[in-house]
């Protein structure tokens, strides 16, 4: 799952309500978003991660990971076995 688009569109949105604030909103704004970028990722995989907990519970004994692979997350779903 790449989180680069989540990230951008966050950013855009923030500086389109900048924008109604006028120029000296808008350059506070753009100095503002780039740091953003490693925070906004922590909480989207905290939220990723937590999610993977609530559908684990609910897929018992089945469960769900989350894996990060470089700077994106994946999901790794482990199904019950069935019993014959």
Do not use: K, N, W
């Not at 900048?18 to 780039?34: C, F, K, S, Y």
């Not at 609530?54 to 018992?60: C, H, Y």
């Not at 990971?65 to 997350?73: A, C, I, S, V, W």
């Amino acid at each position: 799952m790449e989180l680069h688009r989540y990230v951008e569109e966050l950013r855009q949105e923030l500086l389109v309500a900048a924008a109604a604030g006028g120029d000296e909103a808008t350059r506070l704004a753009e100095r503002l978003v780039a740091p953003l970028d490693a925070s906004v990722r922590l909480v989207l995989l905290d939220a990723l991660t937590t999610a993977a907990g609530e559908i684990t519970s609910e897929l018992a004994p089945g469960s769900v990971e989350l894996r990060l692979r470089g700077r994106d997350p994946e999901f790794v779903v482990t199904p019950a076995i069935e019993e014959h």
